[in-house]
């Protein structure tokens, strides 16, 4: 059963830091780019960043460029997003999703989200 799983969401004070984890199964992570989008509370869903499948090709929001950081590990299934200097904005609900391709385009799977409050 294909799952993408995310991990690492919480309530962080503006400035600090987060690392997101996305851990697949049921699938060949290799083979897949892995995006994160977020929702905040009453806005569109937007993409964040994404990673193709060797980790050599990364993209990212202008809103967090300089700021995220995403990361792959395909020995552990799992891709992360690093993010620093977390601002109000930044919160939402963030989900990891899985390109139909080895590039970021098209993505077919989501996962459940996790929450991410920044407040002070």
């Known amino acids: 059963q294909l799952q993408l799983v995310e991990s690492g969401g919480g309530l962080v004070q503006p400035g600090g830091s987060l690392r997101l984890s996305c851990a697949a199964s049921?699938?060949?992570?290799?083979?897949?780019?892995i995006g994160w989008f977020r929702q905040a509370p009453g806005k569109e869903r937007e993409g964040v960043s994404c990673?193709?499948?060797?980790?050599?090709?990364?993209n990212y929001a202008d809103s967090v460029k300089g700021r995220f950081t995403i990361s792959r590990d395909n020995a552990k299934n799992t891709v992360y997003l690093q993010m620093n200097s977390l601002k109000p904005e930044d919160t939402a609900v963030y989900y990891c999703?899985?390109?139909?391709?080895?590039?970021?385009?098209?993505?077919?799977?989501w996962g459940q989200g996790t929450q991410v409050i920044v407040s002070s």
């Open positions: 999703v899985r390109s139909k391709f080895s590039v970021c385009g098209t993505f077919d799977y």
């Open positions: 049921g699938f060949t992570l290799d083979n897949y780019a």
């Open positions: 990673i193709s499948s060797s980790g050599y090709s990364t």
